[in-house]
């Protein structure tokens, strides 16, 4: 039996978006299209948007606004991109064109009451049976949790950054 699954990688430890990327490119290793939508990446230069080129065809990936974070400077500009994103995002489930699409740090425009939760719920859990939607993000509200099939929490034991190493190429970046 097979069933597209609802998977959510949050916590304040480091990995949700590695391994929501790992999971686009087993999914493109299998000649499936995923879409990926960055949430809050803004204009940070990363690792992801050169890698991503080399799977050109089957991984799509889209940074929406500015950078969506609790440290704005205009919330209005903030919450008009993050549904702007949304709805880029409802667009691209409901197409029937991807295999999975990765939502990542969309839990933060939850979290910030930038968009509400019930209409994002009932897009995701009426898309397509077959579809996989893989969503990112510190502090997961309780309802997306409950609905999804796959929660995967991640808990920060330790971090380089607590003995001084800041964020490096390769590896935060």
């Known amino acids: 039996m097979t ?27 299998h000649d499936l299209k995923v ?39 205009d919330q209005v500009e903030d919450i008009r991109l993050a549904r702007e994103a949304w709805a880029f995002a409802c667009t691209v489930i409901d197409s029937g064109v991807y295999h999975t699409v990765v939502l990542d740090e969309f839990t933060y425009l939850l979290h910030y009451k930038m968009l509400e939760i019930a209409p994002c719920l009932d897009v995701l859990t009426n898309r397509n049976p077959n579809q996989h939607v ?14 999804a099939d796959l929660v995967t929490e991640m808990h920060a034991l330790k971090h380089p950054l607590q003995s001084g190493v800041k964020a490096q190429k390769g590896i935060e970046f």
């Open 3 to 29: 069933a597209g699954l609802l998977i959510v990688f949050t916590g304040n430890g480091k990995g949700k978006t590695t391994a929501a990327l790992g999971m686009a490119m087993r999914a493109a290793g």
């Open 35 to 73: 879409c990926v939508i960055q949430f809050i990446k803004g204009g940070w230069r990363y690792g992801e948007l050169d890698a991503v080129k080399r799977f050109d065809g089957l991984i799509d990936l889209h940074v929406m606004g500015k950078g969506f974070t609790w440290k704005t400077d």
């Open 134 to 147: 893989v969503i990112t993000g510190r502090y997961a509200p309780q309802e997306l949790i409950n609905a």
